[in-house]
């Protein structure tokens, strides 16, 4: 049984900083990308950031480019998106995700995984 355990959400102020982690258990967790999406009340969820099985290769969504940094840790299968400068804008639940192969990055419908989500809650 594949679980994705996501935590670190919390309330913090606009420029602040916060560090998500995502845990993973029951899958090769190098074998799989790894993605956190967001969303905020009333829109779709969106992809922030992703990145390789073996962390080659990282995407970041636009609002986010220069704010927020994935990384992985396959030796504790774990994902982390350090988020700097934070805005009011940022203000959602935080998913965490996995895919099996990295075109399949920005389509929703392929993340087989899914974490039950952070919220994060940024106030001005």
């Known amino acids: 049984q594949v679980q994705l355990v996501e935590s670190g959400g919390g309330l913090v102020q606009a420029g602040d900083s916060l560090t998500l982690s995502c845990a993973a258990a029951?899958?090769?967790?190098?074998?799989?990308?790894l993605a956190w999406f967001r969303q905020a009340s009333g829109k779709e969820r969106e992809l922030v950031a992703a990145?390789?099985?073996?962390?080659?290769?990282?995407y970041y969504g636009d609002s986010v480019k220069g704010r927020f940094t994935i990384s992985r840790d396959n030796a504790k299968n774990t994902v982390y998106l350090q988020m700097n400068s934070l805005k009011a804008e940022d203000t959602a639940v935080y998913y965490c995700?996995?895919?099996?192969?990295?075109?399949?990055?920005?389509?929703?419908?392929?993340?087989?995984?899914w974490g039950q989500g952070t919220q994060v809650g940024v106030g001005t």
């Open positions: 995700a996995a895919c099996r192969w990295w075109y399949e990055v920005d389509d929703r419908a392929k993340y087989r995984y």
């Open positions: 029951g899958l090769t967790f190098s074998s799989y990308v």
């Open positions: 990145i390789s099985g073996r962390g080659g290769s990282t």
